[in-house]
């Protein structure tokens, strides 16, 4: 019988790999299968693209807007959001500490249902 441990990840010592040498606003915290889980730190505007998998994100600090598919909906830190893969999203309007967890998972293309 495979024994696991528990794996304790906090926001605190992910954010302090955050910028990344190269820039990112990101850093992949946790893999397993087709589950990763990042945190993401956007300055200024959020210029991400539509991503190839389904993915979630649960706001740990910050306010401000998340648009998706041309609905504007305001957020603060406890909320989350379900993004179906290729979808148009970002956050807009938001400060200095934003932070949110990012959980990609599924296959490519998205779950379908």
């Known amino acids: 019988m495979q024994r696991h441990t528990c794996k304790r990840i906090t926001p605190a010592e992910v954010a302090a790999k955050i910028p990344a040498p190269n820039g990112d606003r990101f850093h992949v915290a946790l893999e397993r299968g087709e589950l990763q889980i990042e945190l993401y730190i956007p300055r ?12 979630c994100y649960v706001i740990v600090e910050g306010q401000g807007k998340f ?19 290729k979808v148009e999203h970002r956050f807009l309007d938001f400060g200095e500490s934003m932070t949110t967890w ?12």
Do not use: C, L, T
């Not at 504007?72 to 379900?82: L, R, S």
């Open 44 to 55: 200024g505007v959020d210029d991400q693209k539509p991503h190839s998998r389904d993915e």
């Open 102 to 113: 990012v959980i990609f998972y599924g296959p490519e293309g998205g779950e379908q249902i």
């Open 67 to 85: 648009e998706m598919g041309g609905e504007v909906v305001p957020f603060e830190a406890g909320d989350f959001f379900f993004v179906p893969a």
